[in-house]
């Protein structure tokens, strides 16, 4: 079982910075996949930042350049740094880490979502 604590969002104006973070129950080098979804009103959940294969990273178009997912090992816990925000970026944020066992059975854990909101 992995337990996933975000924390982080609020609301922010236009052209501004958030940090979001996801701390784990579980150390981070046992969990295959790790990053950030997101979900606005109508739309379906996307992905928006993931470490994938140990530190390959793997953003959405639309946040290149925006957003830089980060990591502290020590603390089991990974960021979204947040910059240059637009209000198109408002949504709910999940963390998401992905586990395969030794019997390649996958695992998909969530957190409990932070809201966002950027103001024009």
């Known amino acids: 079982q992995v337990q996933l604590v975000e924390s982080g969002g609020g609301l922010v104006q236009t052209g501004g910075s958030l940090r979001l973070s996801c701390a784990t129950s579980?150390?981070?080098?046992?969990?295959?996949?790790m990053g950030w979804y997101r979900q606005a009103p109508g739309k379906q959940r996307e992905l928006v930042a993931m470490?994938?294969?140990?530190?390959?990273?793997n953003y959405a178009d639309s946040v290149k350049g925006r957003f830089t997912i980060s990591r502290d090992n020590a603390k089991n816990t990974v960021y979204l740094q947040m910059n240059s925000l637009k209000p198109e970026d408002t949504a709910v944020y999940y963390c998401?880490?992905?586990?395969?066992?030794?019997?390649?059975?996958?695992?998909?854990?969530w957190g409990q979502g932070t809201q966002v909101t950027v103001s024009s």
């Open positions: 998401n880490a992905v586990v395969v066992t030794a019997f390649n059975a996958v695992a998909d854990y």
């Open positions: 579980r150390n981070i080098f046992s969990i295959n996949a």
């Open positions: 470490f994938t294969s140990g530190s390959t990273t």
